[in-house]
């Protein structure tokens, strides 16, 4: 009996995914539990494995394409089997001919269906792979030259006349890969725009990976809907500074290492068992307070930004938080947390300090009702017992939901975590 392979919810958070790459090509043997394909989701590459066994039949989203969690991507089924209405009740042809491995060998990556911007193009190129190469050029009706939407914005682009171009799709319609031939083969015309000495389009359209869509979607449904308020405060950080490089002389036996950030991390799960108030979310009829702090950690990745959470930071020593730190980091870079290991975070922390950044605030992570955006420690001159002394000084700003937390209550908390990192040894009462 044929098996539907269906793109399924990998993370919590997940409502479509990317085909990143098939490990089994149509035609294939398939046993129930082995590896079928990587998926790109919001958050990470994951696993897609069989649920039924049989062979690889029917590829329905190819490498690059996406799909709506619980859409149909290809099918499994005993050989010979009638399997036309599955194909047909899934959205019909929309992979690879069945029996072939991928699409034809003489179509370059860079004409992928990704890569093109509206339906008309996608279109114009399922016929591109099907062209001849050598087709006469050709003009529709009207006595306009034919050419995809695609191929005619490159070209503009490119300052290259369309009329100069012999077309290679159906009926000599003007494809992309005309145009990228005609660009190569003929120097830029002196009319034509040139930007800081480069030759070529002078802009380029870039592919939204799933994390970026998924981080546009929650900024849209946290700035807007979310009621943001700030509060900054600066903290003298020359006893944590002593405290750090007392703790890596510790440690040095162990190779192990902790960073600024750790020891931010883990004065702010300190304070937040002091103000469970701001440890907290907004769920509409009543504010949850968590007796727990588990703390996301804000990571810059390649596609953009994910929060790996230190689980029961309040519970764990500094060497302890750097570590996990370090490894969820390494992680996050390769794109192989687990889910349990970027969600149920209840408090968030970003650091752009590395940066050279002294302040700025940062965008709660619903439904988290606070994050501390932390800058950079710079030396700075200060008047203290009245003297101008010079000191190294950080800025913090904690962004709160107005729903959950006031402005008295986000600013105890700061009063607090100030207090831990101008005297350590607080933290550890």
Not at 126 to 145: F, I, N, Q, T
Not at 271 to 291: C, E, K, M, T
Not at 402 to 428: C, I, N, Q, W, Y
């Amino acid at each position: 009996m044929a098996t539907k392979v269906h793109m399924e919810a990998l993370s919590p958070t997940m409502e479509e995914g990317q085909v990143v790459k098939w490990h089994k090509a149509e035609g294939d043997p398939v046993s129930q539990g082995e590896l079928l394909a990587e998926i790109e989701t919001d958050k990470a590459t994951m696993e897609l494995v069989a649920r039924g066994e049989g062979v690889l039949r029917k590829i329905l989203r190819g490498e690059g394409r996406t799909a709506q969690v619980g859409e149909v991507i290809a099918v499994i089924a005993a050989e010979g089997e009638d399997i036309s209405a599955l194909i047909d009740a899934a959205g019909g042809n929309r992979g690879t001919p069945e029996g072939a491995a991928g699409p034809p060998s003489r179509v370059d990556k860079s004409k992928s269906y990704k890569e093109l911007a509206t339906k008309e193009d996608v279109v114009a190129t399922r016929r591109e792979v099907a062209a001849a190469p050598d087709a006469p050029a050709g003009r529709d009706e009207g006595g306009r030259l034919k050419a995809s939407p695609l191929a005619r914005r490159l070209a503009q682009e490119a300052g290259v006349e369309l009329s100069r171009i012999r077309g290679t799709g159906p009926g000599g319609r003007i494809v992309k890969r005309d145009v990228e031939a005609e660009v190569e083969r003929v120097p830029r015309p002196s009319g034509a725009p040139a930007y800081a000495g480069e030759e070529g389009p002078e802009y380029e359209d870039v592919r939204v990976s799933q994390m970026r869509k998924t981080i546009a979607r929650r900024l849209a449904e946290s700035l807007g809907p979310v009621p943001h308020f700030f509060l900054t405060i600066e903290i003298d950080m020359d006893r944590a500074l002593e405290a750090r490089s007392r703790i890596n002389e510790l440690l040095e036996d162990r190779g192990e290492r902790v960073s600024v950030n750790d020891l931010v991390i883990r004065a702010v799960a300190s304070a937040l068992r002091q103000h469970p108030a701001v440890n907290a979310s907004w769920q509409g009829d009543h504010i949850r307070r968590y007796r727990r702090v588990h703390v996301g950690v804000a990571v810059a990745i390649e596609d953009g930004l994910i929060t790996p959470v230190i689980h029961d930071a309040h519970a764990k020593g500094v060497a302890e938080i750097a570590r996990q730190v370090r490894e969820l980091a390494a992680r996050a870079r390769e794109r192989k947390l687990k889910p349990e290991e970027y969600t149920g975070a209840t408090f968030s922390v970003s650091n752009l300090g590395m940066f050279g950044i002294r302040e700025f605030t940062g965008v709660i992570n619903p439904p988290e009702a606070a994050i501390l955006a932390v800058g950079a420690m710079e030396e700075v001159p200060v008047v203290m017992n009245g003297q101008i002394v010079v000191r190294p000084r950080m800025k913090v700003t904690l962004s709160c939901d107005h729903r959950a937390v006031d402005g008295a209550t986000g600013a105890r908390f700061l009063k607090t975590l100030k207090a831990m990192l101008e005297e350590p040894a607080a933290s550890l009462l």
